[in-house]
């Protein structure tokens, strides 16, 4: 009987254990999310090639790790975009200069997902950028809402919280600054 006692004590704890894990592993989905969208961005910003908000190309790179909405949007400034360009073809359009993604105009070299907090229906991230060229280096921390659509973390929303003087000048989030259109 004491035998089958302790098996069965061992077995409760193990479940426990477990379901502990798939807890912190759904915890942690959203950072990964976060942490897997910064690496493919990097990695097309290593190109040179973008700057400001997505072109239709990046954005059916990047797409798959946003939102439906935020990729809704993305296409929505693109267009008025386009339109400003040929409606003012001597002034500069908007959202065509600075890391959209970020709160530095000049982007960033490396990143770390910190934590990660439930938040309504999603999770924020918290991470912390650098951007480090020859002898200056500039640290921040930006937060990013993922939102899981079909048990995928998708990137959501970036609210920009740097305090430093040159910021990307998208406001203070991505999805505020996407929706103000007119644009020009």
Not at 90 to 117: H, L, Q, R
Not at 130 to 159: C, H, I, P
Request: proline share 4%.
């Amino acid at each position: 009987m004491e035998k089958r006692f302790k098996l069965s004590v061992a077995v409760v704890a193990l479940a426990i254990g477990h379901s502990g894990i798939a807890a912190v592993n759904a915890m942690d989905g959203a950072k990964d999310g976060a942490q897997n969208f910064y690496k493919q961005y990097l990695g097309l910003r290593a190109t040179g090639k973008v700057s400001g908000i997505l072109n239709p190309g990046q954005l059916a790179q990047l797409g798959p790790l946003l939102t439906p909405q935020l990729r809704s949007l993305f296409s929505q400034a693109f267009k008025e975009q386009t339109r400003c360009r040929k409606l003012f073809p001597e002034d500069i359009p908007p959202w065509v200069d600075g890391d959209i993604f970020t709160s530095s105009a000049e982007g960033f070299t490396s990143f770390t997902p910190t934590d990660s907090k439930a938040q309504a229906n999603a999770r924020t991230v918290s991470i912390t950028f650098n951007y480090a060229e020859k002898k200056s280096k500039v640290q921040w921390t930006d937060t990013v809402s993922m939102r899981e659509v079909g048990g995928v973390w998708l990137v959501d929303d970036v609210f920009y919280r740097a305090t430093f003087a040159f910021t990307s000048g998208f406001g203070s989030h991505l999805q505020g600054s996407l929706k103000e259109l007119p644009a020009c």
